[in-house]
Nanobody, 117 residues
Framework: VQLQASGGGLVQPGGFLRLSCVAS????????VGWFRQAPGKERFFVAS????????YGADSLKGRFTISRDNAKNTVYLQMNSLKPEDTAVYFC???????????WGQGTLVTVSS
């Protein structure tokens, strides 16, 4: 499966963005999809993931209350809604897919989010 992330951009602190991750084919019932981010000079950081059916989701504790993951399997798309953005949220955001409980081995190209005034 191939993944295409989009929706990044420049936003002011306190603003919001919605990232999209579109898969090349259906991931419903087979692929868990996750979002990760990597800030300059830092390691990749897990943001959130959602099960193949959308019935369960997990997120980094430090981001709960601001970031929400969801999926629309009819559109082969997983979203990351990011609210109350902070400068420290600045990073390249990647989506990735894991087949039937495996590791995240399918990665999109990343989309840059910059939070700055």
């Amino acid at each position: 499966v191939q993944l295409q992330a989009s929706g990044g951009g420049l936003v002011q602190p306190g603003g919001f963005l919605r990232l999209s991750c579109v898969a090349s084919r259906s991931t419903s019932g087979r692929y868990t999809v996750g979002w990760f981010r990597q800030a300059p000079g830092k390691e990749r950081f897990f943001v959130a993931s959602i099960s193949s059916t959308g019935s369960s989701a997990y997120g980094a504790d430090s981001l709960k209350g601001r970031f929400t993951i969801s999926r629309d399997n009819a559109k082969n798309t997983v979203y990351l809604q990011m609210n109350s953005l902070k400068p420290e949220d600045t990073a390249v955001y990647f989506c990735a897919a894991a087949y039937r409980g495996g590791t995240f081995e399918y990665w999109g190209q990343g989309t840059l989010v910059t939070v700055s005034s």
